[in-house]
């Protein structure tokens, strides 16, 4: 490992310490512990991009193989899969803890565990807070945390926002770390409402993350295409492609994404009969220069795909 990789590891490690501190300060308050679960996911999303890095060391983390392929970067995906699982068990974890606190306080119900009901100390929720913020700062300005799988999820409506809001999971802690150090200044009456509607509305932005990084991923594993505008992107690709004036049909298209960093587009297609080679090299190069540029977003966009396009030119009637 290198000096940048050693920090990378170092800091992973302390993401992960800092999520522990905020989970056990949180003691008390719903959303504070929501916020944890939020820290946490970052702190193991954190652990894979130090993994990713030390095994781009080794060749055979992109040799193909028989056996693999595309190398062993698939792996990378399948671990963004099992995050967006956690995601998904933590809206879960968070939801059934809401209602056991909701449950409690109707109908003078006696729990059967002690559980405080009171106004957490501003001071703890404070450095929870100020520790989820500065840790959110760091993995995004240090790590460029969740940056790919972000891409890969498309949050056009954050898209607009400055570059660290952008990403919905950077965006989502540090709005919830500010709210959580505001509580402190309402009612005990309000702050307990609040604190479950907090609670409330992160697991539902955990479910709704969840869902869509699980959808991105898992039509990476299956081999399929989610990317830039869908098929929506991919149809209008065809369509241009099909207005080329030497191309009589297109006979079958294949787009798929391999990993974060690799699609692939396979297409047959029939051609006009009398076309030199000089004609179909130039054709070739067009096709390809296109579907780099409308799916893989083009230059100078920050997002680097690559597009690796097979095509197969048939004349027309040709067997």
């Not at 929501?34 to 095994?55: E, K, Q, R, T």
């Not at 595309?70 to 939801?95: H, K, N, P």
Request: one cysteine or more.
């Amino acid at each position: 490992m290198n000096k940048d990789q050693r920090l990378r590891l170092y800091w992973s490690l302390s993401h992960l310490a800092i999520a522990v501190f905020i989970f056990f300060r949180s003691e008390g308050s719903l959303s504070a512990t929501a916020l944890s679960h939020l820290v946490f996911f970052d702190a193991g999303s954190a652990a894979i991009c130090v993994a990713v890095d030390v095994l781009g060391n080794f060749e055979v983390w992109r040799r193909s193989s028989i056996r693999h392929p595309f190398g062993l970067e698939r792996a990378e995906v399948l671990a963004g899969f099992a995050m967006s699982i956690f995601l998904l068990f933590g809206g879960f974890d968070l939801v059934s803890h809401n209602l056991k606190h909701l449950l409690e306080s109707v109908g003078h119900h006696e729990p059967h565990h002690e559980h405080s009901h009171e106004e957490v100390p501003a001071g703890s929720l404070d450095l929870a807070s100020a520790a989820a913020i500065i840790s959110t700062l760091a993995s995004a300005y240090g790590l460029k945390n969740h940056a790919r799988i972000a891409k890969a999820m498309r949050v056009s409506y954050l898209a607009s926002l400055p570059s660290i809001l952008s990403n919905p999971f950077h965006f989502l802690t540090l709005l919830f770390s500010t709210l959580v150090a505001l509580l402190p200044l309402f009612s005990i009456e309000l702050y307990t409402w609040l604190d479950r509607l907090i609670c409330a509305i992160i697991a539902l932005a955990m479910f709704g993350l969840g869902m869509r990084v699980a959808i991105a991923q898992g039509l990476m594993l299956l081999m399929s295409y989610g990317g830039t505008n869908g098929d929506a992107g991919v149809s209008s690709v065809i369509q241009d492609i099909q207005s080329e004036s030497n191309i009589t049909s297109i006979d079958e298209a294949q787009f798929w994404q391999v990993h974060y960093g690799l699609c692939m587009a396979n297409l047959k297609i029939s051609v006009q009969k009398g076309s030199d080679e000089v004609a179909l090299s130039r054709l070739r190069n067009r096709i390809t220069s296109l579907i780099q540029n409308r799916l893989g977003e083009g230059y100078g966009t920050g997002v680097n795909v690559r597009w690796e396009v097979s095509l197969q030119l048939n004349a027309r009637g040709a067997s």
